[in-house]
């Protein structure tokens, strides 16, 4: 089973943050947080991970809280083509899937 | 530049008629997986290959099997399949298993769609 609890969806509008919250508290200690997102009817993509700090690339950044037990995926500036289902998920080496967040960018 | 690859990327089968999957890739990566979509539903995974070592999900039913002959190329195998195995197989790589401390990122094929009639 998914270790991890996110929101069904949640709306943003075109040009504002979003931020997508996840909630993973037994997390073990060796466990990393994965963000994964699928754009309709597309293979899931790989959007970013982290461990214990805060990371940032060039498509999202990941809070993770101190005592690991939750973060948040924050995307910018969210566009039009950033709608799609957003999975958090919590692991070593194989990826379990959660239901996810459904994330729909409006003009 | 495509980097996983899955051929046909929509099949149609017979009900029981035994139906293969292709992924290939061109990253070189030792890890290989395949995970089953079904509609509305999260991907599962089905079980992955590191190098040519496979391991099966304990819930994998029997009538999934898995070949990969060698590193760039994995296939599924649906030895009779039902109307309740029509979904999206998705093909997914990797360059390790999480050896490299756990941060292995996974690579997907666009997925091929499976209708069972």
């Known amino acids: 089973d998914a270790k991890t609890t996110q929101p069904p969806s949640m709306d943003c509008a075109e040009g504002r943050a979003a931020n997508l919250p996840c909630n993973h508290s037994t997390i073990s200690g060796n466990e990393y947080v994965y963000w994964y997102r699928q754009i309709h009817s597309q293979g899931p993509q790989y959007i970013i991970h982290g461990l214990k700090n805060n990371e940032t690339n060039e498509m999202a950044s990941l809070i993770i809280t101190e005592d690991r037990k939750s973060s948040t995926l924050i995307l910018p500036h969210a566009t039009l083509r950033d709608t799609a289902v957003y999975y958090c998920?919590?692991?070593?080496?194989?990826?379990?899937f959660g239901k996810g967040t459904m994330l729909l960018v409006s003009p | 530049d495509a980097m996983v690859i899955q051929n046909p990327r929509y099949q149609v089968t017979q009900f029981g008629k035994p139906v293969t999957l292709s992924c290939s890739q061109t990253l070189n990566h030792n890890v290989m997986y395949w995970y089953q979509q079904k509609s509305s539903q999260a991907p599962k995974l089905l079980f992955h290959y590191y190098d040519k070592d496979f391991n099966n999900e304990a819930d994998t039913p029997d009538n999934f099997q898995s070949r990969r002959p060698n590193t760039s190329f994995c296939f599924l195998d649906i030895r009779s399949p039902g109307l309740g195995d029509a979904a999206m197989y998705l093909c997914a790589t990797s360059r390790d298993e999480g050896l490299a401390g756990g941060q292995d990122t996974q690579y997907f094929g666009p997925g091929t769609r499976l209708t069972v009639l």
């Open positions: 998920i919590v692991g070593y080496s194989t990826l379990t």
